[in-house]
């Protein structure tokens, strides 16, 4: 399904470091979360993908680090829709932290809770 092009008025530099993750932990965030061994983060996942959420996810930090398995693994969250919504909800419980459930409910337009 593609997502209706809105013209960028401007172009500004929006990529905020991750939120969900130290700044230079690279290790699984998955892995950390589910106790396992500490295994290596080798892609940047955007926590929330597609078109135009892709770039939110980029604005706002959406974004860590998971190992090969976590990331495209047949646990993982482009595979597995479980492990997909468990990073959702752990995103969105750290951005509310920060901001509140308002501003994510505008950015994200979907309560993952
Ligand atoms: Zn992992
Ligand atoms: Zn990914």
Not at 53 to 73: D, I, P, T
Not at 89 to 100: G, I, K, P, S, V
């Amino acid at each position: 399904m593609m997502y209706p092009k809105t013209p960028t008025k401007k172009k500004r530099k929006q990529h905020a470091p991750s939120i969900l993750q130290e700044a230079g932990d690279h290790s699984c965030l998955l892995c950390a979360l589910l106790k396992k061994e500490d295994a290596r983060g080798i892609h940047q996942h955007h926590v929330f993908g597609g078109t135009a959420n892709r770039e939110k996810s980029e604005q706002w930090g959406m974004k860590a680090w998971l190992c090969l398995e976590h990331h495209e693994g047949r646990t993982g969250v482009h595979n597995n829709r479980k492990m997909d919504m468990f990073l959702k909800q752990r995103a969105q419980r750290a951005f509310e932290e920060l901001y509140d459930h308002e501003t994510f409910m505008r950015e994200f337009g979907r309560n993952y809770l």
